[in-house]
Structures are given as structure tokens and as C-alpha cells.
């Protein structure tokens, strides 16, 4: 049976509304909207965002971008970058973050695209492979992780790490 949003939010290893309080005050302090384009977390960023009571004020849309036609159709990502690179891979995520600002009103974004499984990885891209963008105050950051566990704990990882992340990014 799936975990519920409050599971998987239990699952990250901490509670996130303080994290999502810091973001907040950060972005409101920027005036800036927050936009999310998720691949393998299927919306749970964007739900853990809109969970804090006032979120309109800062959280402008979420893109879920499972399949790579949305990834292209949604956030612009280029077709012959999926087809070089993969839809996990660095490239993928960067272009995902900027889409997601070309295509809302926001001023910074995150972004995710990995392997969730349990099946769907490879050798070169192992199950737990998830890679982060994030688009700050102008500059395009990303990086790899590699989670542990079963589908529900890497998901809870990538939304704590994405959420921790974009909050030190905003500092």
C-alpha cells in the first residue's frame, strides 16, 4: 500500500516545516516566487510547500514532469538533451530548473529527476541515482545523490535534501 504524503513526509528524517518556514521567510525577504519541476517525487515538493499555512505568498507553481514528452512539452527541455544525456542526468535537471522560470513567474526554482524504483535503473544510473537542480538569484546549481532504500525512503530523501538544499542556496 502507498505511503501517505504525512508518511513520506515522516520519513525524511526531520520535520520539514521548519525548513519550509526558512524558505519562506527567505524568499518573501527576496520577493521572490518559488517555482518546483518534479520528475520522480511525483508533486511532493510542491505538497510539502503548499502543507504551510501562507504559501500562496511565495509559491508561485509546481510542474510534475514524469515522462520525458512532459519534461519537453512543460519546462522546454530539449528533446536531444533526454535523448544524449538521459532524463537523469545533470543536464536534464539544470535545463528543468530554468524551465520551470521561463515557464512561470518565479524567480527561483528546484528541480529533480531520478530513479526511484525498484526497477528502471542501470548500471551507470543505479536505483536511488537522483539528480537536483536549483535556480537561484540568477546561477543554475545541481548535483548528484545517491539515496538508500526502497521507493518511499528515496523520495522522502530527495524531498528533504531538495528542500534543505534550496534553503542554504537562498542564504
Not at 76 to 89: D, F, M, N, R
Request: proline residues 4%.
Amino acid at each position: 500500500m502507498p505511503l501517505s504524503n504525512e508518511e513520506l513526509f515522516a520519513l525524511s528524517g526531520q520535520a520539514l516545516e521548519p525548513v519550509l518556514i526558512e524558505i519562506s521567510e527567505r524568499l518573501l525577504a527576496r520577493q521572490c516566487m518559488l517555482a518546483t519541476a518534479e520528475s520522480c517525487t511525483g508533486g511532493l515538493i510542491a505538497a510539502a510547500c503548499t502543507a504551510l499555512a501562507g504559501s500562496s505568498l511565495w509559491f508561485e507553481r509546481g510542474f510534475v514532469t514524469y515522462s520525458n514528452a512532459a519534461k519537453h512539452e512543460l519546462l522546454g527541455v530539449p528533446e536531444a538533451l533526454i535523448a544524449t544525456h538521459g532524463a537523469v542526468s545533470e543536464p536534464v535537471a539544470r535545463a528543468m530548473a530554468e524551465g520551470a522560470i521561463a515557464h512561470s513567474h518565479a524567480q527561483a526554482s528546484l528541480a529533480v529527476t531520478g530513479v526511484a524504483g525498484p526497477s528502471g535503473g542501470s548500471p551507470d544510473k543505479p536505483v536511488g541515482t537522483v539528480w537536483l537542480g536549483w535556480h537561484v538569484a540568477g546561477q543554475t546549481h545541481s548535483e548528484v545523490r545517491h539515496f538508500a532504500g526502497d521507493r518511499a525512503h528515496i523520495r522522502a530523501a530527495t524531498l528533504r535534501h531538495a528542500l534543505m538544499r534550496l534553503r542554504a542556496l537562498l542564504d
